[in-house]
Each structure stands twice: as structure tokens, then as C-alpha cells.
């Protein structure tokens, strides 16, 4: 296996890390954002109120995106077995 080989398996594998989490981190900060914009409204300066309305976001975005996430994974994970084993055997 080569040095071309493995920087292009790190970068796709940074590359899947970001797809991968980017639905979950967008949805929290989504849901942060509107709890921000509601306590500063209401001037209510609860630290744990924004707590379970991310969790509750997070649960949903998991819900929705973990077939695609899973679907993500496997192709990652069957591409790099395809890749390495034979760079490994010859």
C-alpha cells in the first residue's frame, strides 16, 4: 500500500466523520439557537432548560438519519476492506 492510498482513506474517512455528524450537530444547534432566543425573550437564565430540548432534537435527528448514517458506514467500511486487503496480500 502506498502513501497516495492511505491519505485518500484518511481524507474520506474525515470527509464520512463530517457527513456523519453533521446532521446531529446542526439539529442541536438549531434547537440551542431557538432555546436562546426564548430565554432571552422571556429573560428566564435557566442553564438546564436548553438540556432536554437538544436531547429530544438529537433523539429525532438519530431517528431520521440513522439509516442514512448506517448506510454511510457500511460503504465506507466495505470500500476500505476492498482497498486494503488486497494492497496487503500482493
Do not use: C, H
Request: charged share 10%; proline share 4%.
Amino acid at each position: 500500500m502506498d502513501t497516495d492510498t492511505v491519505i485518500t482513506l484518511g481524507n474520506e474517512a474525515l470527509m464520512i466523520t463530517v457527513g456523519i455528524a453533521a446532521p446531529l450537530l446542526m439539529s442541536a444547534l438549531a434547537v440551542g439557537l431557538l432555546v436562546g432566543l426564548f430565554q432571552a425573550a422571556t429573560q428566564i437564565n435557566e442553564v438546564t432548560l436548553s438540556f432536554i430540548p437538544k436531547l429530544l432534537a438529537l433523539v429525532a435527528a438519530l431517528y431520521l438519519t440513522g439509516p442514512w448514517i448506517l448506510t454511510m458506514l457500511l460503504e465506507y467500511t466495505t470500500r476500505l476492506f476492498e482497498d486494503v486487503i488486497p494492497a496487503t496480500l500482493g
